[in-house]
Protein backbone atom coordinates (compact mmCIF):
# COMPACT_ATOMS: atom_id res chain seq x y z
CA UNK A 1 0.00 0.00 0.00
CA UNK A 2 0.85 3.29 -0.69
CA UNK A 3 -0.63 6.99 -0.60
CA UNK A 4 -0.41 6.83 -4.42
CA UNK A 5 -1.75 2.90 -4.37
CA UNK A 6 -5.29 1.91 -5.32
CA UNK A 7 -5.85 2.03 -1.57
CA UNK A 8 -6.58 -2.06 -0.98
CA UNK A 9 -4.04 -4.16 1.03
CA UNK A 10 -2.33 -6.48 -1.24
CA UNK A 11 -0.10 -9.51 -0.56
CA UNK A 12 2.13 -11.77 -2.25
CA UNK A 13 1.06 -15.99 -2.66
CA UNK A 14 1.48 -17.47 0.68
CA UNK A 15 2.86 -20.46 -0.43
CA UNK A 16 6.37 -21.31 -0.99
CA UNK A 17 6.89 -24.16 -3.66
CA UNK A 18 11.00 -25.19 -2.40
CA UNK A 19 8.21 -25.66 0.99
CA UNK A 20 5.43 -26.99 -0.39
CA UNK A 21 3.84 -30.12 -1.43
CA UNK A 22 5.10 -32.56 1.72
CA UNK A 23 8.83 -31.48 1.24
CA UNK A 24 9.42 -29.45 4.21
CA UNK A 25 10.10 -30.79 7.26
CA UNK A 26 7.30 -31.11 9.55
CA UNK A 27 5.01 -30.59 6.63
CA UNK A 28 4.82 -33.97 4.89
CA UNK A 29 1.27 -34.56 5.96
CA UNK A 30 -1.45 -33.23 3.34
CA UNK A 31 -3.65 -31.69 5.96
CA UNK A 32 -4.62 -28.21 7.92
CA UNK A 33 -3.79 -24.66 7.35
CA UNK A 34 -0.67 -24.46 8.26
CA UNK A 35 -0.12 -20.57 7.09
CA UNK A 36 -3.11 -19.78 8.84
CA UNK A 37 -1.43 -20.12 12.62
CA UNK A 38 -1.55 -17.55 14.17
CA UNK A 39 1.72 -17.98 16.23
CA UNK A 40 3.18 -14.84 15.28
CA UNK A 41 6.81 -16.68 16.46
CA UNK A 42 6.33 -18.65 13.39
CA UNK A 43 9.48 -17.87 11.02
CA UNK A 44 7.70 -17.31 7.43
CA UNK A 45 4.31 -16.82 8.79
CA UNK A 46 2.04 -14.29 6.50
CA UNK A 47 -0.41 -12.39 10.00
CA UNK A 48 -2.83 -11.25 7.33
CA UNK A 49 -3.67 -14.93 5.74
CA UNK A 50 -3.57 -15.74 9.52
CA UNK A 51 -6.15 -13.15 9.86
CA UNK A 52 -8.13 -14.14 6.75
CA UNK A 53 -8.36 -18.11 7.80
CA UNK A 54 -10.34 -16.47 11.06
CA UNK A 55 -12.76 -14.70 9.05
CA UNK A 56 -15.97 -16.83 7.61
CA UNK A 57 -15.85 -14.45 4.89
CA UNK A 58 -12.84 -15.63 3.64
CA UNK A 59 -13.85 -19.59 4.14
CA UNK A 60 -16.97 -19.31 2.63
CA UNK A 61 -15.20 -17.22 -0.69
CA UNK A 62 -12.14 -20.06 -0.70
CA UNK A 63 -14.62 -22.95 -0.61
CA UNK A 64 -16.69 -21.29 -3.31
CA UNK A 65 -13.67 -21.10 -5.54
CA UNK A 66 -12.07 -24.09 -4.82
CA UNK A 67 -14.94 -26.10 -5.14
CA UNK A 68 -15.67 -24.38 -9.24
CA UNK A 69 -12.69 -25.18 -9.89
CA UNK A 70 -12.84 -28.92 -8.99
CA UNK A 71 -16.45 -28.72 -10.90
CA UNK A 72 -13.81 -27.29 -13.66
CA UNK A 73 -12.22 -30.98 -13.79
CA UNK A 74 -9.14 -29.52 -11.86
CA UNK A 75 -8.09 -33.33 -10.52
CA UNK A 76 -7.93 -34.80 -13.74
CA UNK A 77 -6.44 -31.87 -15.48
CA UNK A 78 -3.73 -31.55 -12.90
CA UNK A 79 -2.70 -35.81 -13.05
CA UNK A 80 -2.81 -35.54 -16.68
CA UNK A 81 -0.42 -32.53 -16.41
CA UNK A 82 2.05 -34.24 -14.52
CA UNK A 83 2.11 -37.69 -16.30
CA UNK A 84 2.32 -35.54 -19.80
CA UNK A 85 5.25 -33.44 -18.15
CA UNK A 86 7.14 -36.50 -16.42
CA UNK A 87 7.01 -38.16 -19.46
CA UNK A 88 7.48 -35.89 -22.48
CA UNK A 89 10.53 -33.82 -20.44
CA UNK A 90 12.07 -37.32 -19.16
CA UNK A 91 15.08 -36.68 -20.97
CA UNK A 92 15.57 -32.81 -19.56
CA UNK A 93 14.95 -33.73 -16.34
CA UNK A 94 17.49 -36.52 -16.74
CA UNK A 95 19.93 -34.10 -17.94
CA UNK A 96 19.30 -31.66 -15.00
CA UNK A 97 20.06 -34.98 -12.42
CA UNK A 98 23.11 -35.39 -14.03
CA UNK A 99 24.26 -31.76 -14.77
CA UNK A 100 23.67 -30.86 -10.62
CA UNK A 101 23.50 -34.20 -9.11
CA UNK A 102 20.52 -33.45 -6.91
CA UNK A 103 18.48 -36.45 -7.17
CA UNK A 104 17.31 -37.82 -3.90
CA UNK A 105 19.66 -35.63 -2.53
CA UNK A 106 18.62 -33.27 0.13
CA UNK A 107 19.53 -29.33 -0.74
CA UNK A 108 17.78 -27.22 1.15
CA UNK A 109 18.11 -27.72 4.97
CA UNK A 110 14.69 -27.46 5.54
CA UNK A 111 13.44 -30.30 3.45
CA UNK A 112 12.65 -33.79 4.78
CA UNK A 113 15.47 -36.25 4.16
CA UNK A 114 13.78 -39.43 4.30
CA UNK A 115 11.12 -38.75 1.47
CA UNK A 116 13.80 -36.89 -0.75
CA UNK A 117 16.09 -39.56 -0.53
CA UNK A 118 13.64 -42.29 -1.57
CA UNK A 119 13.58 -40.83 -5.32
CA UNK A 120 15.18 -42.79 -7.65
CA UNK A 121 14.19 -40.90 -10.77
CA UNK A 122 12.25 -37.81 -11.81
CA UNK A 123 8.74 -40.26 -12.14
CA UNK A 124 9.26 -41.40 -8.17
CA UNK A 125 9.09 -37.53 -7.82
CA UNK A 126 6.26 -36.63 -9.97
CA UNK A 127 4.69 -39.98 -8.41
CA UNK A 128 4.98 -38.32 -4.36
CA UNK A 129 3.98 -35.11 -5.95
CA UNK A 130 0.41 -36.81 -7.35
CA UNK A 131 -0.32 -38.88 -4.41
CA UNK A 132 0.46 -36.10 -2.19
CA UNK A 133 -1.62 -33.27 -4.13
CA UNK A 134 -4.51 -35.89 -4.13
CA UNK A 135 -4.42 -36.64 -0.46
CA UNK A 136 -4.52 -32.69 -0.47
CA UNK A 137 -7.62 -32.30 -2.64
CA UNK A 138 -9.10 -34.63 -0.47
CA UNK A 139 -8.54 -32.95 2.57
CA UNK A 140 -9.44 -29.57 1.48
CA UNK A 141 -12.56 -31.12 -0.29
CA UNK A 142 -13.56 -32.14 3.75
CA UNK A 143 -12.32 -29.49 5.15
CA UNK A 144 -14.55 -26.89 2.71
CA UNK A 145 -17.38 -28.91 2.09
Known amino acids: MSATGNKKLTFEAPWDFDNGFGMKEG ?8 SANNDTTMRG ?6 L ?11 ADKWFELIGKGLIDRMNAL ?4 TEEYATYFARN ?26 AD ?3 Y ?6 KRIDWLNEAFG
Not at 27 to 34: D, H, K, N, P
Not at 45 to 50: M, S, T, V
Not at 129 to 134: I, P, Y
Open 45 to 50: LNPWLA
Open 27 to 34: FEEATGFA
Open 125 to 127: AAA
Open 82 to 85: IDVV
Open 97 to 122: YEKWDNLNKVVDYIMNSDIVSKYKTH
Open 129 to 134: LKGWLN
Open 52 to 62: CYQSDWFMRLA
